[in-house]
């Protein structure tokens, strides 16, 4: 079956987006000064006051993403379980900052609109990856 023209724009998009998920984590876990330029102390703090199993989830998300984004582009139905997995990361790690209560007031407004498109897009990989491996283009 012939590889619809779509499927190479969600790839490389999606492989971009996690691509920057992951050296935004590589930021955060070595403490890169650029990362943390543009917050507040509050922000810095909180980020850096969560426990270490959030940071592994963040990292679980990016990375399992940036497979699933090879994976698509490879056409294989690998794509749609590192998608998945990346989900979970993300549910983990975004269910920490709700479940402290902080994250709305620390992060604004904006950091939590962000969260929700976030959550948006790894929900779209899945679902991508999964309509494309039923149509028999991921093998």
Known sequence: MKT???????????????????????????????????????????????????????????????????????????AFNAYVAGLIGYLVNTGHSLATGDAARIMGVGGMAFSAFILLLCVFEVWYSRWMAKKGILR
């Open 4 to 78: 619809p023209w779509h499927l190479w724009l969600v790839g490389v998009l999606s492989l971009a987006w996690n691509a920057m998920g992951c050296w935004t984590w590589y930021q955060q876990v070595t403490g890169a000064p650029a990362y943390y330029a543009t917050m507040t102390m509050a922000q810095i703090e909180y980020i850096r006051s969560a426990p270490q199993w959030v940071t592994i989830a963040f990292g679980l998300a990016v990375w399992a993403g940036l497979l699933g984004a090879l994976a698509l582009l490879l056409r294989r139905r690998l």
